[in-house]
């Protein structure tokens, strides 16, 4: 990679030994004083390679984020053209989100074994080929078929794309600019969906938003090859086959318990089984892990501080905001009566806010450094939330809920982006799969368990308005109570 090295930053070109020193990994002091330090002169400026593989990475990520949402407005529509019951909806949307969770931590280890660039290819090969077949789906079995395997090449592509962005740009400005990007189109691919969704299916029908999924895929998939480079670890230790069958079963069974609960609430059967299972086997994962000889997760990691404070920030950031989102647009339509590509608007504001917050994001984190930027970025999103239980049946709530969901929303790129920092900062990149894989689980799970967790309530509440308000006030209070957990676990040590 090459990097202008004229005026060239601390950390930027720290070795990959003194990255692994117990201090620099452990403490939030030694990262906060890392990010500071690499301020102090002027960042290297990306070369044009280095820009063109941060297009491919962001563009894949974009892709995904994409595929969470564009569907989501055009559901209606597609259950009446396949014949699908309101109830089996709800696959549409669990289809893609038990893959794409269950399999994210093993396709992350998969790449660094055999080869990232190799899977992330793969991914995006599967990726493209399960959009083709959903767009052009016959019956519901062909459509959640599509979905499944969407969900698949999504659980290899996120990772991947991940570890390849941390290895490929050094820790310091380069890196927090890269990540302050690709959190600001994850960000915004899921706000864009939503306003894409309302327009393509009011003007080409539900199948042209698979079908945008297609052109994503063939548009990133031939730039890919000749531009990513290869990266594994070094040793190729041996998979670790019972803590993959225990993670990944426990991870199926869990989004399935609380995907399903969202709909049906928690008193089913099925729904209590399969939660125990997933509580049993991700309790079995961590004995397992803590007796083998190559672990998937390494147990060191997970103890480090900043890993497991900053991986609880952006579990509660990403399940927190997304339980709002679904909230909103159910209170927006159902309560305001806008109609979905006006809904889709209110969204769309807060996706341009969310880009200005990603531009600024990395230029907090140089000043404050990440600990300091996280913990506010959560107190930020808490309180703009609880200012939302304001809602009202008058026209003027729209602007209230405008405003309000947008400045969190801004917060919320700033907590994504920082504890993205976090979690990576010190890692030495033998491990950045594992440590990568931890920050996506994260993304993935926040995003599926937010709506079942609180979503609920707003779904099975007489009335929608009072539902709303009681959601966005438990929401509001998890995130200020995470705020200052996060705060605490991350305090400097004296």
């Not at 407005?73 to 259950?79: E, F």
């Not at 199926?252 to 086997?281: K, M, N, P, Q």
């Not at 705060?487 to 040590?493: D, K, S, T, Y």
Request: proline fraction near 5%.
């Amino acid at each position: 990679m090459a990097i202008d090295t004229s005026a060239p930053s601390p950390t930027a070109v720290a070795s990959p030994t003194t990255a692994e020193a117990p201090k620099a990994v452990d403490t939030p002091k030694a990262v906060d004083a890392a990010q500071a330090a690499a301020t102090t002169g002027t960042a290297p400026r990306l070369s044009r390679r280095d820009r063109l593989i941060l297009f491919v990475l962001c563009a894949a990520q974009f892709m995904v984020a994409l595929d969470f949402s564009v569907l989501n407005v055009a559901l209606p529509v597609l259950g009446a053209d396949l014949g699908m019951s309101h109830a089996a909806l709800q696959w549409a949307v669990t289809a893609f989100a038990l893959p794409s969770g269950g399999f994210l931590l093993l396709f992350g280890r998969f790449g660094d074994l055999f080869g990232r660039r190799r899977l992330f290819l793969g991914g995006l090969a599967l990726f493209g080929a399960a959009s083709l077949l959903a767009t052009f789906a016959w019956d519901p079995a062909s459509f959640l078929a599509g979905r499944a395997l969407q969900g698949m090449g999504a659980a290899a592509i996120v990772p991947t794309g991940m570890s390849l962005l941390t290895t490929t740009f050094p820790e310091g400005p380069q890196r927090d600019r890269a990540l302050g990007i690709s959190g600001t189109l994850l960000s915004l691919g899921f706000t864009v969906g939503m306003v894409l969704g309302g327009v393509l299916t009011d003007t080409l029908g539900w199948r042209s938003t698979m079908g945008l999924l297609t052109l994503f895929a063939l548009i990133v998939l031939p730039l890919a090859p000749g531009l990513l480079p290869e990266s594994r670890t070094p040793d190729r230790p041996r998979l670790d086959i019972p803590g993959a069958v225990t993670v990944t079963g426990g991870l199926l069974a869990l989004i399935y318990a609380l995907s399903t609960a969202a709909e049906r609430g928690f008193g089913g059967a099925d729904v209590l089984v399969t939660l125990i299972a997933g509580i049993v086997l991700l309790a079995l994962f961590g004995y397992v892990e803590s007796r083998a000889a190559a672990p998937l997760v390494s147990l060191p990691m997970l103890r480090r501080r900043t890993v497991a404070w900053g991986n609880l920030g952006g579990l509660v950031t990403f399940s927190m905001m997304s339980t709002v989102v679904f909230v909103l647009t159910l209170y927006l339509q159902d309560v305001l009566g806008l109609s979905a590509f006006e809904t889709g608007l209110v969204f769309g504001v807060q996706g341009v806010l969310s880009v200005v917050a990603g531009m600024y994001a990395p230029k907090v984190i140089g000043r404050f450094g990440p600990r300091r930027t996280l913990v506010g970025s959560l107190l930020g999103q808490g309180v703009f939330v609880a200012a939302l239980v304001a809602v009202g049946e008058g026209a003027w709530s729209v602007w209230l809920a405008t405003a309000a969901v947008s400045v969190a929303s801004m917060f919320h790129l700033g907590a994504i982006v920082s504890y993205g920092v976090t979690v990576t900062s010190g890692v030495p990149d033998t491990e950045q799969g594992l440590a990568t894989g931890l920050v996506t689980s994260t993304q993935q799970v926040g995003i599926t368990v937010g709506i079942p967790l609180l979503g609920v309530l707003a779904t099975t509440t007489d009335e929608v308005l009072a539902g709303t308000r009681t959601v966005l006030a438990l929401d509001a209070a998890i995130v200020l109570a995470a705020a200052v957990l996060v705060a605490f676990g991350l305090r400097r040590r004296v």
